[in-house]
Nanobody
Framework: QVHLVESGGGLVQAGGSQTLSCAAS????????MGWYRQAPGKQRELVAT???????NYADSVKGRFTISRDNAENTEYLQMNSLKPEDTAVYYC??????????????WGQGTQVTVSS
């Protein structure tokens, strides 16, 4: 079985910074693309950023220049560094990973979600 466990999040003032982490564990053969999504109250879940196993990163226009996605392949962990946070960044943030496991082949997995609240 594969699990994604997020950490980070919480309350931060506008203009501040926060870092989210997401660690994958279990019967992992290889992790392909990883990413972060968010869902604000009353809104659909939206893409924040993605990072493939190789190649360039991708960001939503709303976070370009403020957020940075990265990954540590040795630790099966991805990160989201968020700077210059705005109240409109308030949402539950979810990590996602496409993982090839020894038991299920290639599947997508979600973290449990972590609340980020930006106060004005």
């Amino acid at each position: 079985q594969v699990h994604l466990v997020e950490s980070g999040g919480g309350l931060v003032q506008a203009g501040g910074s926060q870092t989210l982490s997401c660690a994958a564990s279990g019967s992992i053969f290889r992790i392909n693309a990883m990413g972060w999504y968010r869902q604000a109250p009353g809104k659909q879940r939206e893409l924040v950023a993605t990072i493939p196993s190789g190649g360039s990163t991708n960001y939503a226009d709303s976070v370009k220049g403020r957020f940075t996605i990265s990954r540590d392949n040795a630790e099966n962990t991805e990160y989201l560094q968020m700077n210059s946070l705005k109240p409109e960044d308030t949402a539950v943030y979810y990590c996602h990973a496409t993982i090839i496991s020894s038991t299920r082949g290639s599947s997508g997995y979600w973290g449990q979600g972590t609340q980020v609240t930006v106060s004005s």
